[in-house]
């Protein structure tokens, strides 16, 4: 189980219409993608335009053919919405949430 972190710089006008687009394509990507399980969406508080989604996927390699593919036409709406300032993947090793 690895998680996908992406950093989103978003303007005030736009937060609404991103988080609509972020909804849109993480239920897309989830029904039709293999290995993807769902994403979080965070906004900092600190800095109310940076935004974090946490992508939670099977394997890193299913991520991997999901980004290297045409994966990204479900997110291109945000992309139109705000700036990704970064993308790490992390391999879960435990996980004690409910």
């Keep these: 189980m690895i998680r996908v972190i992406y950093r ?3 303007e005030a006008s736009a937060q609404a219409a991103f988080a609509a687009a972020w909804s849109k ?8 993608t293999t290995g993807a399980r769902g994403s979080t969406l965070l906004r900092s508080h600190s800095d109310p335009a940076e ?5 939670r996927w099977d394997s890193h390699e299913q991520w ?29 090793i435990e996980d004690h949430t409910v």
């Excluded at 394509?25 to 039709?32: D, F, P, Y």
């Excluded at 593919?69 to 479900?74: A, F, I, N, Q, R």
């Design 64 to 92: 991997q053919v999901f980004w290297q593919g045409d994966g990204s036409t479900e997110m291109s709406a945000m992309h139109r919405l705000a700036q990704r300032l970064g993308v790490e993947v992390y391999e879960e």
């Design 25 to 32: 394509a993480t239920l897309a990507i989830r029904a039709s």
């Design 51 to 55: 935004f974090i989604t946490i992508a």
């Design 8 to 10: 989103w710089k978003v």
